[in-house]
């Protein structure tokens, strides 16, 4: 099993990372949730993994993704935890939830591409031959998000400070393009709605607002809520896709609200319940 990060105390928390797979870039959102929850997050594949399990795409790779979530829980002795994906993580996420249903506490599915999401014609291009046009795909990030960060962080000193870590992030833990590649791949060629219908834990649907997430559509995120039964739906305001560590202290607002009340409702509905001896 990989490195697994461990941050906090609480209720054990899974956050799991999106389409660049590196828990690094997720720094922000894994240092303030640790303030409530105890949090456990890891970096889904390195290039060798990637290669494997693009040999054998036959297979239920995103699958696999689900079951690192279940060895981590495993590696810590944790039955249940709130299971968090972000973006590719939340994908992750929703099979997690389907194959493992008594594993799920509640399920946060933050900024994921919705269940009919395909790529566009000119990303499915950067998939095939990722070394050579994935710097073109990277070069895009900048001008897709600008509009995003002005909004979440006006400040433009502050602004400027979260350019530069996550600057400095990609040098000390670069991405894998090839596995950006497959990643993007799994999100198209699988099916999420028959997740959706064999979830049973209390969801969570969290986005930005849909003129700032330039990454995947707010309607299509959106669609999970009439997917999976019960689910609610929250906003962080002033984000696009990136709400989650450029609002941090939103996010954990958000998440915090949720699992308090999913813990009120459960302790309700226990003490509730008829005696069963009665």
Same mark, same amino acid.
């Given at each position: 099993m990989r490195q697994i990060v461990e941050r906090g105390h609480g209720h054990p928390l899974v956050l799991i990372p999106g389409l660049q797979g590196r828990w690094? /870039? #997720? =720094?922000?959102?894994?240092?303030? @949730?640790?303030?409530?929850?105890?949090? $456990?997050? !890891?970096?889904?594949?390195?290039?060798?993994?990637d290669r494997e399990s693009a040999a054998g795409e036959g297979g239920d790779a995103l699958g696999t993704h689900a079951d690192r979530v279940a060895a981590v829980l495993d590696s810590r002795g944790i039955d249940r935890a709130v299971i968090c994906g972000v973006s590719?993580?939340?994908?992750?996420? @929703?099979? !997690?939830?389907? $194959?493992?249903p008594g594993r799920a506490h509640a399920l946060i599915v933050v900024s994921a591409p919705g269940p009919r999401w395909r790529p566009q014609p000119r990303h499915e291009l950067y998939a095939r031959v990722p070394w050579i046009l994935g710097p073109l795909f990277l070069a895009e990030t900048p001008r897709r998000l600008r509009a995003e960060l002005a909004a979440a962080i006006p400040d433009r000193a502050a602004r400027l400070r979260f350019v530069r870590d996550q600057a400095l992030t990609l040098l000390r833990a670069p991405v894998s $393009?090839?596995? #950006?590649?497959?990643?993007?791949?799994? #999100?198209?060629?699988?099916?999420? /709605?028959?997740?959706?219908? +064999?979830?049973?834990?209390?969801?969570?649907? *969290?986005?930005?607002?849909?003129? $700032?997430?330039? &990454?995947?559509? *707010?309607?299509?995120?959106?669609? /999970? @809520?009439?997917?999976?039964?019960?689910? +609610?739906?929250? &906003?962080? %305001? =002033?984000?696009g896709?990136?709400?989650?560590?450029?609002? %941090?202290?939103?996010?954990?607002? *958000? *998440?915090?609200? !949720?699992?308090?009340?999913?813990?009120t409702m459960q302790l309700t509905t226990r003490d509730g319940a008829p005696d069963a001896a009665a």
């Open positions: 690094e /870039y #997720m =720094r922000p959102a894994v240092d303030v @949730l640790a303030e409530r929850f105890r949090v $456990l997050t !890891f970096s889904l594949s390195h290039d060798r993994d590719f993580g939340g994908v992750v996420a @929703l099979r !997690f939830a389907a $194959l493992h $393009l090839a596995g #950006m590649a497959h990643r993007a791949r799994l #999100m198209a060629s699988t099916d999420r /709605y028959a997740d959706c219908a +064999r979830i049973s834990a209390p969801t969570l649907v *969290v986005h930005g607002e849909p003129q $700032l997430d330039r &990454v995947v559509q *707010v309607e299509g995120t959106s669609e /999970y @809520l009439g997917l999976i039964r019960d689910a +609610r739906s929250a &906003v962080i %305001p =002033r984000t896709h990136l709400g989650s560590i450029t609002r %941090p202290r939103e996010f954990l607002a *958000v *998440v915090g609200a !949720f699992v308090q009340a999913v813990q």
